[in-house]
C-alpha cells in the first residue's frame, strides 16, 4: 500500500453523476466539520459509467453526532445499523446510508488517517476507492488502475481479506462474473485454499450471494462454475458426482458436469429459475445410471431423482419457496416428452402453466445445446416446432386453465349442482374435454353437457 492517498484525479463525470441529494447530505456533514465521502460500489460503478444502486457515505463523524445534526436540518433518520457504526437519512423517499469509518481491531497509529484505514479494509481495490467534491478521486490501491485493466484484486492481504469475512470468496467469484473481471493469481489461490471457511458463513448469506451470481452472462457463470468446481461442490456437494463422470451413450460427447456447464452457457436469458434448472437438471444422473449389453448408458427416472436432489438443496440453503418449488419442478420435468400437437401443448400448459412451459422449452434448447453436436439439428427443430406450436395455440386464445373456461361453479350450483367433490369433479372434466376438443369453450354447450351430467354422478369418477 502506498503510504499517502496517492494523485488525486478530478473526473468530472463521477461529481456529474451524484444526485444533488446526495451532495446535500456530504455538505450537512462538510459544514458541521466532518469529513465526508462516498465510497465504495457507488465510485466504482461511476468510473464504470454505470448508475450505482446505492450511494454509500463514510465520515469519521461520531455516530451519535449524525444523527441529531440530521434531524436538525429536517431529515428523517433510521437507525438501521447502529452496531455497525450505520444510520439511514431520508431524503424525500430516497434512503441513504452513512457510515463511521471502519477501524481495524488492532490499535491504530495516531497518524493513520481513518479514511484510509477504512479503504484498507475493504475487499477489492475496486472497492476501496472514495470521493469527494473538493477531495476528487482518493485511490490508494489504485482500484481504477485495477478496473481499467479488468483485474479483480484484494486490498492489501487476499489471506486476510477472506478470512475477515469468508463470503467474500463468493464475492470474488460474483464480481468476476458481472463485470468479466480475471481475478488475481494471488486471489485466486488464496480462493482455492481457503473455501472451506465458508462453512462458518450463515446459510442465507451464501444462497444471497448465489442467487446474485446466477444473474451474470451465462458464458462468465459457466466459466467460473468450471474454474472454482471446488468451491461450488463444498456448497452443494451434490454437484461433485457429476465432476468426470462418463455418460457412455452417443448422445452424449461431454461428462455429467460439462455437459451441464455447456447447457448454461447456452442459457442467455437472465432467469435464476431457469438457470438454477440448468444447474441441478442432471445431478440424479450418477445416482441412476445403467449400462446396457452394448455398452450404452442409461439414466431412467434421472428426472425425479435430480428433482429429489435439488429439492435437497435447496432447503439445506433456505432458498425461498416460489423458486425452489418452480426450480425443482422444471427439473423434474426437464426430459419429459411434448408432443408437437395443440392437444398435448394445452395439456402442458394446464399442468405447469405458461410461464414455467416456455422455461421448458428454454430448458429443452439449453439442455441440447450440451449434448453431441450432431443431434442439434433435430433437437433444435424439435424444440423450433414445439415454441411454434405454442404460439399457435395462445393464438386461438385456447382455454387450457380452469380460469378460462366459460363457465364458473357459480353457474353449475345454479343448475343444482351442490358445493363439493361433484361439482368440482364437473369443472375438471369440463376443462378436460375443452383441453382435448371434444367441447367448445363455449358456455351453453358446456352448461349443457354438466346438466346432462348432474344425475349422472358416477360419469364424473
Not at 452513512?98 to 488517517?113: A, G, L, M
Request: proline letters at 5%.
Amino acid at each position: 500500500m502506498d503510504s499517502d492517498k496517492g494523485e488525486k484525479k478530478e473526473l468530472p463525470h463521477i461529481g456529474g453523476s451524484v444526485p444533488e441529494a446526495v451532495k446535500r447530505i456530504l455538505d450537512v456533514l462538510h459544514q458541521a466539520g466532518y469529513p465526508a465521502y462516498l465510497v465504495g460500489g457507488c465510485v466504482r460503478d461511476c468510473l464504470l459509467e454505470k448508475t450505482p444502486h446505492d450511494w454509500d457515505i463514510c465520515t469519521d463523524a461520531p455516530i451519535g453526532q449524525i444523527r441529531p445534526l440530521f434531524k436538525e436540518k429536517g431529515y428523517s433518520v433510521a437507525p438501521t445499523g447502529l452496531k455497525h457504526g450505520t444510520l439511514t437519512v431520508i431524503d424525500g423517499k430516497r434512503p441513504y446510508e452513512i457510515t463511521v469509518f471502519r477501524k481495524s481491531k488492532n490499535t491504530p497509529s495516531p497518524q493513520e488517517d481513518p479514511l484510509l484505514e477504512d479503504l484498507g479494509l475493504r475487499d477489492f481495490t475496486l472497492n476501496s476507492i472514495a470521493w469527494s467534491e473538493n477531495g476528487g478521486l482518493i485511490d490508494p490501491y489504485h482500484g481504477s488502475e485495477d478496473l481499467a485493466k479488468g483485474i479483480l484484486r484484494c486490498a492489501g492481504s487476499a489471506q486476510e481479506r477472506m478470512a475477515e469475512d469468508p463470503l467474500r470468496i463468493l464475492r470474488a467469484l460474483r464480481f468476476s462474473a458481472h463485470f468479466g473481471f480475471e481475478i488475481d493469481a494471488g486471489l485466486q489461490a488464496v480462493i482455492h485454499r481457503d473455501f472451506p471457511l465458508l462453512e462458518n458463513v450463515a446459510v442465507e448469506r451464501i444462497t444471497s450471494e448465489l442467487y446474485r451470481f446466477m444473474h451474470a452472462p451465462a458464458n462468465r457463470i459457466a466459466a467460473l462454475l468450471r474454474a472454482y468446481s471446488d468451491v461450488f461442490c463444498f456448497i452443494m456437494p451434490e454437484l461433485k458426482p457429476m465432476l468426470g463422470f462418463d455418460q457412455h451413450n452417443p448422445h452424449h460427447v461431454y461428462d455429467v458436469w460439462e455437459h451441464t456447464l455447456r447447457a448454461m452457457e447456452a442459457c442467455k436469458v437472465d432467469d435464476v429459475v431457469l438457470r438454477f434448472t440448468v444447474l441441478f437438471h442432471d445431478t440424479g444422473k450418477p445416482h441412476v445410471f445403467t449400462m446396457d449389453n452394448q455398452g450404452i448408458g442409461h439414466f431412467y427416472g434421472h428426472g425425479e431423482e435430480s428433482c429429489r436432489i435439488c429439492a435437497r438443496v435447496m432447503k439445506r440453503l433456505r432458498f425461498d419457496s416460489k423458486t425452489a418449488s418452480e426450480v425443482y419442478t422444471l427439473v423434474e420435468v426437464h426430459d419429459a416428452r411434448v408432443e408437437v400437437q395443440p392437444r398435448s401443448i394445452r395439456r402442458w400448459l394446464n399442468r405447469i402453466g405458461l410461464e414455467q412451459f416456455e422455461r421448458l422449452l428454454k430448458m429443452k434448447r439449453c439442455d441440447a445445446a450440451g449434448q453431441n453436436p450432431a443431434y442439434w439439428p433435430e433437437r433444435k427443430a424439435y424444440v423450433d416446432s414445439l415454441e411454434a406450436g405454442l404460439k399457435e395455440v395462445l393464438a386461438q386464445d385456447a382455454c387450457f386453465c380452469m380460469k378460462d373456461l366459460a363457465v364458473k361453479g357459480s353457474d353449475l350450483i345454479a343448475l343444482g349442482y351442490e358445493k363439493g367433490a361433484v361439482l368440482g369433479k364437473c369443472l375438471q372434466r369440463l376443462l378436460d374435454e375443452v383441453i382435448d376438443e371434444k367441447l367448445p369453450n363455449d358456455r351453453d354447450v358446456l352448461l349443457s353437457r354438466a346438466l346432462s351430467w348432474l344425475s349422472l354422478d358416477s360419469r364424473l369418477d
